[in-house]
């Protein structure tokens, strides 16, 4: 299975909007509602923000929200703050029944 | 409250087979269709899953990966184990344990991770 493309990088400035996208096939994204997006920062363990597209978890901020379209998922943040400089990762179920992750895209808060 | 922690050898030689271990605690993996996954993060790349294993013993894991991983599970130790033959230095990476809840397909609970190195 082919990893699902995001972009390498993205920035942007504090205070402002970024959006990641996450394109697949209709065998994974396109297929299912099951698009959860991980941030993970230096050394750290990857962290849920988005489960099933648009839900987010306990303790997640509301400036993380998720969407799909066809077979491409996006993350968007609001309001960027320093601290949200990070890498992200999308990651789909298949109609394989197997798992799989975004190539990841590295988030520059300018 | 679920936690996760994995264990292992740090330093594997080229052409091993790698053990892993996965204790976890604050739920069990006998019933309710709850999973246990492997993801790893080799150095400077990208998050890859690698298996996942079911409370009634499914099983499923990355292609490209199959022919080498083995995925298994202790309930009684609350332990799952994850085998991968034949390793080889691009194998060197952080591998993580998840827990995969009920009906659903995504990661919410991780372990700390371990760093495996693969080299001579």
């Known amino acids: 299975q082919s990893a699902l493309t995001q972009p390498a990088s993205v920035s942007g400035s504090p205070g402002l909007s970024i959006t990641i996208s996450c394109t697949g096939t209709?065998?994974?994204?396109?297929?299912?509602?099951?698009v959860s997006w991980y941030q993970q920062h230096p050394d750290k363990v990857p962290r849920l923000l988005i489960y099933?597209?648009?839900s987010r978890p306990s303790g997640v901020s509301s400036r993380f929200s998720g969407s799909k379209s066809g077979n491409s998922a996006s993350l968007t943040i609001s309001g960027l703050q320093a601290e949200d400089e990070a890498d992200y990762y999308c990651?789909?179920?298949?109609?394989?029944?197997?798992?799989?992750f975004g190539g990841g895209t590295k988030l520059t808060v300018l | 409250q679920i936690t996760l922690k994995e264990s292992g050898p740090t330093l594997v030689k080229p052409t091993q087979t790698l053990t892993l271990t996965c204790t976890f605690s604050?739920?069990?993996?006998?019933?309710?269709?709850?999973?246990v996954g492997w993801v790893r993060r080799p150095p400077g790349k990208a998050l890859e899953w690698l298996a996942l294993?079911?409370?009634?013993?499914?099983?499923s894991y990355n292609p490209s990966l199959r022919s080498r991983l083995t995925i298994t599970k202790d309930t009684s130790k609350n332990q799952v184990v994850l085998t991968m033959t034949n390793m080889d230095p691009v194998d060197t990476a952080t591998y993580y344990c998840?827990?995969?809840?009920?009906?659903?397909?995504?990661?919410?609970?991780w372990g700390p991770g371990t760093l495996v190195t693969v080299s001579s």
């Open positions: 998840t827990h995969r809840d009920f009906g659903e397909y995504y990661f919410l609970y």
């Open positions: 604050g739920f069990s993996l006998s019933s309710g269709r709850v999973g």
């Open positions: 294993i079911y409370s009634d013993d499914d099983q």
């Open positions: 209709t065998s994974d994204i396109g297929h299912y509602g099951y």
């Open positions: 099933n597209v648009n």
């Open positions: 990651m789909s179920l298949t109609t394989s029944r197997t798992l799989v």
